[in-house]
């Protein structure tokens, strides 16, 4: 499956932003989606993730209750919603896709290039 993200960009913080992970494959409704992130210097980290389904999400404890992940298949697309931006939000987002449900990157098989993600304080 072929992810592509989209939506970054700079914003203020206590801002917003919508990031896309679309896929042109016909499989995508079948994969689980995460969201990670890594910013300069540090190590890649987990963000979100959603089941195939919709039906379960799960965040890191630095994002819950300011992002939402959803998706809606019939458009092969995953959003991440993020409100209440931070400077320490300031990252590379990527998505990705697994046949296994949970926050650990090395479930995930298939990855997308990522999007610049830029918060001033």
């Known amino acids: 499956v072929q992810l592509q993200a989209s939506g970054g960009g700079l914003v203020q913080a206590g801002g917003s932003l919508r990031l896309s992970c679309a896929s042109s494959?016909?499989?995508?409704?079948?994969?689980?989606i995460g969201w990670f992130r890594q910013a300069p210097g540090k190590e890649r980290e987990f963000v979100a993730a959603?089941?195939?389904?919709?039906?379960?999400?799960v965040y890191a404890a630095s994002v819950k209750g300011r992002f939402t992940i959803s998706r809606d298949n019939a458009k092969n697309t995953v959003w991440l919603q993020m409100n209440d931006l931070k400077p320490d939000d300031t990252a590379v987002y990527h998505c990705?896709?697994?046949?296994?449900?949970?926050?650990?990157?090395?479930?995930?098989?298939?990855w997308g290039q990522g999007t610049l993600v830029t918060v001033s304080s």
């Open positions: 990705a896709a697994s046949i296994t449900y949970g926050s650990e990157a090395v479930y995930y098989g298939f």
């Open positions: 959603i089941r195939w389904s919709g039906s379960r999400t």
């Open positions: 494959g016909r499989s995508f409704s079948t994969y689980h």
